[in-house]
Nanobody
């Protein structure tokens, strides 16, 4: 299984970015996909997650109303649209895939996920 993120960059506060994660080699018909981030000196935290089977989404409180996770099954791609970015959003962002679905209250936890991308840097000034 391979996850490849793209779309990171440097933006000014209030700007937008869209991250993409292309997934290959995953055989599950439905599973949980997530976006995590890790800022320097901080633990990695769950930002957003989506159930590919149900289409339901979950967000960390810090990004609700600003970030949107979505999926394009035909392209095996998961997106994270980030609007109204703030300096505190600065972090390395990682895409993650679980091998199966997960209960909604677990979807922002690292231990749910088996496969991880290498990350894409987002810097907000």
């Amino acid at each position: 299984v391979q996850l490849v993120e793209s779309g990171g960059g440097s933006v000014q506060a209030g700007g937008s970015l869209r991250l993409s994660c292309v997934v290959s080699g995953l055989t599950s018909s439905s599973n949980c996909m997530g976006w995590f981030r890790q800022a320097p000196g901080k633990e990695r935290e769950g930002v957003a997650a989506i159930s590919t089977g149900l289409g339901s989404t979950d967000y960390a409180d810090s990004v609700k109303g600003r970030f949107t996770i979505s999926r394009e099954s035909a392209k095996n791609t998961v997106y994270l649209q980030m609007n109204n970015l703030k300096p505190e959003d600065t972090a390395m962002y990682y895409c993650a895939a679980a091998s199966a679905e997960a209960r909604w209250w677990l979807r922002l936890l690292e231990r749910v996920y088996t496969y991880w991308g290498q990350g894409t840097q987002v810097t907000v000034s």
